[in-house]
């Protein structure tokens, strides 16, 4: 029987624990920080600060492709440790939370606050948060589980591609094939090319 990962911050690969915590961790932050917002935030700036939420959502989208295109594909020793997950697609590796979580404060929060005021910056925040929990869970669904639904059925073939070995790596977006299209790393697979 395969030995059990012990529980670390910096680690690649992490124990069930460790995995499952980071689901637990981002799901109670969007949680309790939506419930900060919305009781005491300030109610004469609900609409800002609704559309910053929005805002950080749809930001999301371009960072995650951009750190998968640009990082994870590019950068060393990134790629190194990206390719792991290539060669083991359904390993528990992933960003540790520790790290996650003090980027998020550290390039989105942090400068949202220097630039605005306290509530729009947790707005913004929030909207980025709620991204990175989505593309988490989508990541771990495309490998790991039964696609129930057309959504979850078209990020699986879309990922799928992505895994595939090829000549022109492309479909880095986990949670939206917008900007592989913008930026027109979204090829045809061979097989349908010719056609």
């Not at 029987?1 to 637990?24: I, N």
């Not at 930001?59 to 990206?82: D, I, K």
């Not at 989505?134 to 495309?142: G, L, N, W």
Request: charge should be positive; hydrophobic fraction near 45%.
């Amino acid at each position: 029987m395969r030995q059990e990962k012990r529980m670390s911050l910096f680690t690649l690969e992490h124990s069930k624990a460790a995995y499952g915590a980071d689901f637990v961790v981002y799901c109670s932050a969007v949680v309790m920080l939506a419930a900060f917002l919305l009781l005491s935030g300030p109610r004469s700036q609900r609409l800002v600060l609704a559309v910053l939420v929005l805002a950080g959502l749809a930001g999301w989208t371009l960072v995650e492709y951009a750190l998968h295109r640009f990082v994870m594909h590019g950068l060393q020793p990134f790629s190194r440790l990206h390719a792991q997950h290539h060669k083991r697609p359904t390993a528990r590796i992933y960003t540790p939370t520790l790290l996650s979580a003090t980027l998020i404060v550290t390039l989105v929060f942090l400068p949202a606050w220097a630039m605005s005021s306290f509530w729009q910056a947790c707005s913004l925040t929030l909207g980025v948060l709620t991204g990175y929990l989505v593309y988490s869970i989508t990541h771990h669904a495309t490998h790991n589980w039964r696609a129930g639904n057309a959504w979850t059925r078209r990020r699986k073939r879309w990922h799928a591609l992505h895994h595939q070995d090829g000549p022109q790596p492309g479909y880095y977006g986990v949670t939206s094939a917008f900007w592989d299209h913008v930026f027109g790393s979204a090829r045809r697979p061979a097989a349908t090319a010719q056609h």
